[in-house]
């Protein structure tokens, strides 16, 4: 049996941004405005270790921001189970994220 790699992570930060890009990537929200879902209706909790959290967060409000001990719970199970290579940030705006720096150096241990 092949074991499953993941060799690309890509992280949305925070969905915080001050900024109303018509191109934005966050197409998830524009998507659920078409199918009339609330974000709330959507959002279903996610597991990592004992903390949950949600999918998806109302546009410039953060529901739950992960620490960095969160993140380097996040990179070290997924480098040693599953061979992670590289790590993108992004968002809304990643700059946003008071422990950018931190996590960015985790992410490169």
Do not use: W
Not at 70 to 90: A, E, I, W
Not at 92 to 100: A, H, I, S, T, V
């Amino acid at each position: 049996m092949k074991r499953l790699t993941i060799k690309e992570l890509r992280l949305v930060v925070t969905d915080k941004c001050p900024y109303s890009c018509v191109y934005c990537n966050l197409y998830y929200k524009k998507l659920l405005e078409l199918e009339k879902i609330s974000i709330s209706e959507f959002n279903r909790n996610y597991k990592i270790g004992n903390e949950s959290y949600s999918l998806l967060c109302e546009n410039g409000k953060e529901d739950r921001i992960l620490t960095p001990d969160d993140y380097s719970f996040l990179f070290k199970t997924l480098r040693d189970n599953f061979g992670l290579q590289d790590v993108t940030f992004s968002g809304g705006d990643p700059f946003l994220y008071p422990q950018l720096k931190d996590i960015v150096n985790l992410a490169h241990d």
